[in-house]
């Protein structure tokens, strides 16, 4: 990284070679309140000139719309990016709080095709089963997985928050390229047993809501009161009401140490996640998400700045003295099944 962009770095030991801070897109089409079309569009083309070729989406993501929203940008740029969705995951529009989880065999032949359609793309980059369905066998699912790669529907293979012992059953069935799953200053569960299991087999790790959803960056203080209605925030025990209120005095240290290298909470938040790729010794490539074009400036920039053992050691506290779970369904995550 000498030009200012991105270094980049492989995922898994087969997988696309990517800049080394991808793009979440899903606050482009959902989740995180009212969007500027044009705005997070060229958000996707400032985001490439710095060196991002990781775009990250899935078909839950309003329903399909935020794959629809990506296919004009991956049609203008389709060799110079990799495209990563996923599957399994439905949220009913007439109940938000809701989650319908399918992985079995018919269901993930028809989400890969409405996703090639929805994308307009001949192949998906990166495949991701979104959640666990603990009815099917993780073995069954990637079996299908393998299959959409053997048929040229699927390049790479990765999943979503799954549990240490999943990974390594899927593995057996077929190489994973990346494990995503909720990384952050604020969310370190995975370190325990996902983290490792993705060491021993090569896999990268991809950390989603790296910025933990904007509260790490001190944009909003309290869901509640600082988010429009129908925020997906507004559903998290962590940033609302006294949880929230006891979670923003933890950014103290976090200012401190962004005061020492003049850059900004968030940047300190992001220094902090890629810094885990030294300490655990695999490739981590996280996604934050961002609708604006001089955010996603700020937050590649992030790469940049590289905290001393003094300051991680400031900052390692931090998670264990967060107040409310990362979801309030906890069954889905991999800590939940843990
Ligand atoms: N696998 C999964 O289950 C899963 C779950 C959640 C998310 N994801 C993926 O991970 C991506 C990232 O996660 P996320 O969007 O939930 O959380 P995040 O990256 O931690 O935070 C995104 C939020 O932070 C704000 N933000 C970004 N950069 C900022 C900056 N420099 N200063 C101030 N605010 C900033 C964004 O607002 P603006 O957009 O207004 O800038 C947005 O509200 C998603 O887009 C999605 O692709 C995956």
């Not at 995951?89 to 809701?98: F, N, Q, V, Y």
Request: aromatic fraction near 6%; charged fraction near 25%.
């Amino acid at each position: 990284m000498t030009d200012g962009t991105l270094a980049r770095t492989r995922l898994g030991t087969g997988g696309p070679e990517v800049g080394v801070q991808g793009l979440g897109c899903m606050g482009m089409s959902a989740a995180y309140g009212p969007t500027d079309a044009g705005e997070a569009r060229a958000t996707l083309e400032r985001a490439l000139e710095l060196g991002v070729t990781l775009y990250d989406t899935a078909d839950a993501y309003g329903a399909g719309a935020n794959e629809r929203f990506l296919a004009p940008f991956l049609k203008a740029h389709r060799d110079e990016v990799a495209v990563a969705t996923k599957f399994a995951l439905t949220i009913p529009p007439d109940d938000p709080t809701r989650r319908i989880i399918r992985n079995d065999a018919p269901y993930v032949r028809r989400a890969v095709e409405e996703s090639l359609r929805r994308l307009d793309v001949d192949v998906i980059d990166l495949y991701y089963m979104h959640r666990r369905d603990v009815d099917v066998p993780v073995e069954e699912t990637v079996g299908v997985m393998a299959d959409l790669v053997r048929e040229g529907k699927v390049k790479h293979l990765g999943l979503s928050e799954v549990t240490g012992g999943e990974l390594r059953a899927a593995q057996r069935v077929h190489p994973i390229a990346a494990v995503q799953s909720e990384w952050s200053l604020f969310s370190r569960d995975i370190e325990a047993g996902v983290v490792p299991a993705a060491r021993e087999l090569g896999a990268a790790l991809v950390p989603y809501s790296p910025l933990g959803r904007g509260f790490l960056t001190g944009s909003f203080a309290d869901a509640d009161t600082d988010l429009t209605e129908g925020d997906f925030r507004r559903q998290l025990p962590r940033c609302t009401g006294s949880n929230a209120a006891a979670n923003a005095a933890l950014l103290e240290p976090v200012r401190a140490v962004a005061a020492g290298h003049g850059a900004t909470v968030g940047q300190v938040a992001l220094a902090w996640v890629h810094q885990q790729a030294l300490v655990h010794g695999l490739a981590v490539v996280p996604i934050p998400g961002t609708r604006s074009r001089t955010r996603v400036e700020e937050n590649t920039a992030a790469t940049r700045v590289v905290l001393t053992d003094g300051e991680m050691a400031l900052l390692e506290p931090i998670a264990s003295q967060v107040a409310g779970n990362r979801y309030d369904d906890m069954a889905l995550t991999s800590a939940g099944r843990e």
